[in-house]
């Protein structure tokens, strides 16, 4: 995603090390959107990546998603949930070859109004390779000021990257 005049760099995250978590925190209000940006690899093949807001783990997430692999389509949708849930399977065990993530959070300072995000994850895993699209809603009214992403059964691995934007109103 390039950074133009409406895209600010706002935090960039390089693991050195392996992690179960990653953490952006005292996001600025003075943008209207956030973007980011992650390509991770993972220690293993299979697990769960979640997203959560502000750390909030309460039953305030909803997501809908499709899936594809070239020869099969998915689609679920969770409501009330503890966290959204961004896929089953992992960035990559191949640290060569990192999954991609992509994708924007609406009105995320706004005071008044729930928050929706969308984005697109690129899996290059041996055992579930495709791309999936989501989009989420978290229903609150607090300004987001923190994004934390986890793995669930395995561990970010060293070299995996996030990278945050703020996005000015054109």
């Known amino acids: 995603m390039p950074a133009g005049s409406t895209y600010t760099p706002i935090a960039t995250v390089t693991l050195t090390s392996t992690t179960t978590s990653l953490t952006i925190s005292s996001i600025p209000q003075t943008y209207t959107d956030l973007a ?20 909030d783990s309460s039953t305030l997430y909803s997501a809908t ?42 009105n995320y300072a706004n005071t008044t109004t729930n928050k929706t ?16 699209g989501q989009v989420a809603l978290y229903r609150s009214t607090s300004a987001i000021t923190q994004i934390n992403l986890i793995a669930s059964g395995n561990n970010f691995t060293a070299g995996s990257t996030f990278t945050l934007y703020g996005i000015t109103a054109a």
């Open 36 to 55: 980011f940006t992650a390509s991770m690899t993972t220690d293993a093949d299979t697990a769960n990546i979640i997203l959560r807001f502000n750390n």
């Open 65 to 106: 998603s499709l899936s594809g692999t070239g020869s099969t389509v998915t689609t679920y949708k969770e409501s009330n949930q503890g966290r959204v849930l961004i896929t089953t399977a992992t960035a990559s065990s191949n640290a060569t070859v990192p999954g991609v993530l992509v994708g924007s959070v609406m």
């Open 117 to 132: 995000a969308i984005w697109r994850w690129n899996v290059p895993s041996a055992t579930y390779p495709g791309v999936l």
